[in-house]
């Protein structure tokens, strides 16, 4: 049985869908985050894909996205319209977000340290 498991498929093209798809624990993390960036600007939740692989997601509020950048998955050399000025790492909350999401990775994650992003986690010990 899953748990906490979330995926996301963003559209790769203007007709195509996107899509959220977890289990009712992720999805009830995500629905923290997204009332945690509606109340104070931001919000982060640490989520599993079904292969077991943990990924902290940032949740901010920009009240006017009219000048933030598209974002295309894979995006190789971008074509921005003149009214795309801002990048998404550039919104005022971005950053919040982005900590709030490492601080749910570091509850999630005892040994996680954002200092130690390349260290293995403790390997568990088997009890004869």
């Known amino acids: 049985m899953s748990e906490h498991m979330l995926h996301i ?3 790769a ?4 869908v996107a899509a959220i798809v ?5 999805l009830e993390s995500l629905h923290l985050a997204l009332t945690n960036a ?3 600007g ?6 599993y894909s079904s292969d077991g692989e943990g990924f902290a997601l940032a949740v901010a509020l920009e009240e006017d996205m ?14 921005r319209s003149v009214r795309e ?10 950053q919040a977000a982005v900590s709030e999401a490492i601080e749910q990775r570091r509850l999630k ?7 130690a992003l390349l260290e293995s986690p403790p390997r568990a010990t088997m009890e004869s």
Do not use: C, I
């Open 9 to 11: 498929l963003g559209p």
């Open 13 to 16: 093209r203007w007709d195509s």
């Open 22 to 26: 977890g289990d009712r624990s992720a």
């Open 38 to 40: 509606l109340g104070k």
């Open 42 to 47: 931001a919000g982060g939740a640490y989520l």
């Open 66 to 79: 009219y000048a933030v950048h598209t974002a295309y998955s894979g995006e190789g050399k971008p074509r």
């Open 85 to 94: 000025r801002v990048p998404m790492r550039g919104v005022a909350n971005f």
């Open 109 to 115: 994650q005892p040994w996680y340290r954002a200092s």
